[in-house]
């Protein structure tokens, strides 16, 4: 049996996102027995895409071509999908932002902030990683929360600023936790990023 073994998860992504922080933490978590959900903005969100990047037919895709739904990860098995409204955050033990260039999109969407934030005030796990706590940014800024401000946080170096402008304490370092917020830096950190997250998932669920 593994460390999350019936616990549930929920990934909120968008187009662009980093392939490789969305199918290592899938296969990671799924690995230790969570059930993992993604979600996305819709395709058609004013700011979201420009007309010659993304045909509205084209799912959502990954910086280098993974798409979601995934060609070889049957869904139903490890992963499903779900819109954001028809989600109810009390079923998930987790949420996980993954980043890229997907988070551009995650953080202008009210209703994907609002997961995060409404799982934050539960006191759920909340992770990110590389760009991914740019949505706890906004998160924090039109939510009315704390994932960043006074907290111990890491990310790619580009948005050590953003954090700092935001109140939070940046650490170079593979991944921090503080509280119930874990985030990571960069993709090699992601083994490092996965047992904290895996660890404190653990342990919030007693």
Not at 28 to 34: T, V
Request: charged share 25%; net charge negative.
């Amino acid at each position: 049996m593994g460390a999350l073994e019936g616990s549930s998860i929920l990934f909120i992504t968008a187009h662009e996102f980093e392939d490789v922080e969305v199918l290592y933490p899938l296969l990671r978590f799924s690995e230790e027995g969570a059930g993992i959900t993604i979600t996305h903005p819709p395709k058609d969100m004013p700011g979201h895409f420009s007309p010659r990047s993304y045909a509205p037919d084209k799912p959502i895709t990954g910086r280098f071509g993974t798409t979601i739904p995934f060609v070889v990860l049957e869904e139903g098995k490890r992963w499903r999908q779900a819109v954001p409204a028809g989600i109810d955050i009390a079923a998930f033990d987790a949420v996980y932002l993954p980043g890229g260039f997907g988070p551009d999109a995650v953080r202008l969407h009210g209703p994907s902030r609002r997961l995060v934030a409404e799982a934050h005030r539960a006191g759920k796990v909340v992770a990110s990683i590389c760009h991914g706590p740019q949505v706890m940014i906004s998160t924090d800024l039109h939510e009315g929360t704390d994932l960043i401000r006074g907290r111990r946080c890491t990310a790619y170096a580009a948005v050590q600023d953003d954090l700092r402008n935001a109140g939070g304490i940046f650490v170079d370092e593979p991944a921090v936790v503080d509280g119930n917020v874990v985030t990571g830096r960069v993709p090699d950190d992601l083994p490092e990023f996965c047992k904290a997250a895996i660890e404190l998932i653990a342990k919030t669920r007693g």
